[in-house]
């Protein structure tokens, strides 16, 4: 036991510091978030005037991202320090109850299973944000199909189609319009956007647009059809997602449970699973258990993903 006490503490320890290591990194982004909104407006208000000079001597050196950051951003989240305490808080509230109530083991089991809890919500969200920002995209498009087709310009009727949009799309394409408005190229402007939140058909879109920009044409014909597309390719992905909905919620449950039932009595009776982790083949045991389950796990997904 005294190695599973050493494990609990350099884990509290570990998520001690990287809430410090993350409250110093978000105070720092709101401060560079805040200087950016500060040069954009200045940017946009004094274009006209100051187009010829824009250039390196405005562009502010940004610091990089870290992955959980797009994370959290494809979720809808918008990271603060209290938001990073007020997850991490609960999680080092369970495990301290939780090794005062059956000790160390059920408090690495409850630790283990906040933070899959949490990732899964997460992931759950930013999946269904995803779902409704492709969902209001041809709308969207069939906007700019108006704007092109009475004479206005591709950045025009983006712009003015982008302020018409719902929420979520409506937050990116205003980050979209921000940095064109700051002299950032339109199809580039998209394509960072789509690697940030992994929206294929935003991609697809500014392939549009930087082929129109470049060759000319029709781009209203292409969006009516880009829309059209999108419409049909939603329509089919909802039949077979109700139609694999049995086959996918059986590869879940069979995936979960035995996660589940292993956990609960490692909370309720801890003493239970002590000869395991002690015993030479108990811990053999536990390693052939543990890679069946991911295997099992690995085949169930690759199912329920080819339906």
Do not use: C
């Not at 956990?263 to 009776?269: E, H, K, S, T």
Request: aromatic share 10%; no cysteine; glycine share 6%.
């Amino acid at each position: 036991m005294n190695v599973i006490v050493l494990w609990v503490v350099g884990i509290a320890l570990l998520l001690i510091a990287a809430g410090l290591e993350l409250w110093r990194r978000t105070h720092l982004r709101v401060r560079a978030q805040a200087t950016s909104a500060f040069l954009e407006q200045q940017l946009a208000q004094n274009a006209p005037r100051f187009a010829a000079n824009e250039g390196a001597a405005t562009r502010a050196p940004r610091r990089k991202s870290l992955p959980w950051e797009f994370f959290f951003e494809r979720a809808g989240v918008h990271t603060d320090p209290m938001f990073y305490t007020m997850l991490i808080a609960p999680g080092l509230l369970l495990v301290i109850l939780f090794w005062a109530w059956h000790g160390p083991l059920s408090a690495i089991v409850v630790l283990l299973l906040y933070v899959v809890g949490t990732v899964l919500r997460y992931w759950f969200k930013a999946a269904r944000r995803h779902r409704n920002i492709v969902r209001q995209l041809p709308i969207f498009l069939d906007g700019m199909v108006r704007m092109l087709t009475v004479g206005n310009s591709l950045p025009a009727a983006f712009q003015t189609a982008a302020g018409n949009a719902d929420m979520p799309l409506r937050e990116l394409l205003d980050r979209a319009v921000r940095q064109v408005q700051a002299g950032v190229d339109l199809d580039v402007a998209l394509k960072q956007i789509a690697r940030v939140y992994h929206v294929e058909e935003i991609y697809l879109f500014a392939s549009v647009v930087d082929l129109s920009t470049r060759f000319g044409g029709r781009a209203d014909q292409i969006l009516s059809r880009m829309a059209g597309f999108m419409r049909d390719r939603e329509q089919a992905q909802a039949e077979l997602y109700a139609l694999s909905s049995e086959t996918r919620m059986s590869a879940w449950v069979l995936a979960a449970l035995p996660i589940i039932v292993s956990a609960v009595l490692m909370l309720l009776n801890p003493k239970f699973f002590e000869p395991m982790f002690q015993e030479a083949s108990g811990q053999r045991l536990l390693a052939i258990g543990l890679g069946l389950e991911v295997f099992g796990g690995f085949l169930l997904y690759r199912l329920a993903k080819s339906l």
